[in-house]
């Protein structure tokens, strides 16, 4: 009597294994940088407003960590922070001496990992609002989750597993 490996069997190891990859994976799945930031210079406060898009699941354990803020490329301000006041966004304001000319450059690190960055080139001090231009954003495409690497990697044995005792009853 040749006995086999149910059909079965196989199947409720995948499912298992899967289980197993899935609870014991690390919690950065969602992790994604900032995806925008819009600087606001008030001339009249001498006051910079900082606003980043960054919409996370948790603000308590997913954030932006750091802003720092330059000033014709010297480092005036960094902050640091422990959590984001909601899941769509986070924002602070910083005292910012400055003049027609001058170039602020802000840039922001998520807690998972990812940065972002813009430039803002201040021009006449009757002007209270004024908008971003140019900036970078890095890491949009992270990489590959280690969860989803794990459940491949657990999907892909248990096919090759189901391939290998079809062809042993053969």
Known sequence: MRRGFPAARVLVCTV????????MAPP?????????????????????TVTILHTVADPNTHYIENITVFKNEIRIVSSLYTSQESSSTASDSFAVAANDGDVLRVWAECSQGGTIERTLTLTEPTTTTTTTNGGTTNG???????????????????VVMVAF???RRR
Do not use: C, K
């Not at 950065?28 to 910079?48: I, K």
């Open 16 to 23: 298992f294994m899967v289980f197993v990859a899935v609870t």
């Open 28 to 48: 950065s799945v969602a992790a994604h940088a900032p995806s925008n930031m819009t600087l606001l210079y008030d001339w009249s406060s001498q006051e910079l």
């Open 140 to 158: 949009d495409l992270d990489l590959i989750s280690p969860t989803l690497l794990i459940i491949g990697i657990v999907i892909v044995l248990g």
């Open 165 to 167: 005792r079809v062809a």
